[in-house]
């Protein structure tokens, strides 16, 4: 099974590009998670509050669902994404294989 649930906020702007017929939106999402060290949750010794870690994730939005996001969403704002997981590989200029990672979007909602 390969299911993605993320809920963060707009790391920048989204960016949107057209692709032949295919509209395509493209966004980072923040996401953060307790700081964890040798099974414990670590804490700012000075508030007391527990430190978080910070991950960024690619999202990619297909045609019409990215057209709200596009027009009506901008960084910091909030979002909920559900979809998929998609590894690519390609081969860049100089002859290198690159890979990456990328959620695709299936559904979107704006919180």
Same mark, same amino acid.
């Not at 690619?58 to 994404?81: C, E, P, S, W, Y």
């Given at each position: 099974?390969?299911?993605?649930?993320?809920? /963060?906020?707009?790391?920048?702007? !989204?960016?949107?590009?057209? +692709?032949?017929?295919?509209?395509?939106?493209?966004?980072?999402?923040?996401?953060?998670?307790?700081? =964890?060290?040798? /099974?414990? $949750?670590?804490? %700012? !010794?000075?508030? /007391?509050?527990?430190?978080?870690?910070?991950?960024?994730?690619? $999202?990619?939005?297909?045609?019409?669902?990215?057209? /709200?996001?596009?027009?009506?969403?901008?960084?910091?704002?909030?979002?909920?994404?559900?979809?998929? =997981? +998609?590894?690519?590989?390609?081969? %860049?200029?100089?002859?290198?294989?690159?890979?990456?990672?990328? =959620?695709?979007?299936?559904?979107?909602?704006?919180?």
């Amino acid at each position: 099974m390969n299911n993605v649930n993320l809920v /963060g906020r707009l790391a920048k702007d !989204p960016i949107a590009r057209d +692709h032949g017929d295919t509209r395509i939106t493209e966004l980072t999402l923040v996401t953060e998670r307790p700081r =964890i060290r040798d /099974g414990k $949750v670590q804490k %700012d !010794p000075e508030t /007391g509050y527990p430190l978080k870690d910070a991950e960024f994730h690619k $999202v990619t939005i297909f045609n019409g669902m990215g057209t /709200g996001v596009r027009n009506h969403k901008v960084k910091g704002d909030q979002l909920a994404v559900t979809g998929y =997981i +998609h590894y690519s590989r390609w081969t %860049d200029n100089s002859g290198q294989t690159r890979y990456g990672c990328e =959620i695709i979007a299936e559904n979107v909602e704006f919180l």
